[in-house]
């Protein structure tokens, strides 16, 4: 006698198989989290998520990771560009800082023959 499983023309899929199916065909889950409090929407998170093989996603379009600089190897240009770039923040702010301090100077130049004015005029009047 044969079993349930056979006479109806199906066989029960293994784990295997059904990987096989869903990473061949592939799948999209979608869906949409939302946080309300009292008819006022807090938060709202929109999930997608596809799950296929890779020549699947290349079927529908998909291919980021080939052009992704930290998957495929082309991070040298990105920390090539970071540390340019602080740098020229370094630089920047040296600058800053260089220019702050003779303004400091200038006040205080200025301040002292302000005084030394005044002096001499509390002089003149004396």
């Not at 709202?44 to 052009?67: N, P, Q």
């Not at 770039?85 to 301090?101: F, I, Q, V, Y």
């Amino acid at each position: 006698m044969s079993s349930p499983a056979r006479q109806g023309g199906r066989e029960p899929a293994n784990l295997g198989d059904i990987l096989e199916r869903v990473l061949d065909r592939g799948v999209v889950i979608a869906g949409d989290i939302r946080v309300n409090l009292l008819d006022i929407e807090l938060l709202t998170i929109k999930l997608r998520l596809v799950i296929a093989s890779v020549d699947t996603a290349r079927e529908m379009g998909i291919d980021w990771w080939e052009h992704d600089p930290w998957l495929t190897g082309d991070s040298r240009g990105l920390l090539e560009e970071n540390r340019r770039l602080r740098a020229r923040l370094e630089a920047l702010e040296e600058r800053e800082s260089l220019g702050a301090g003779r303004e400091e100077r200038q006040s205080l130049r200025a301040g002292r023959s302000d005084e030394q004015r005044e002096r001499h005029s509390q002089r003149d009047t004396e």
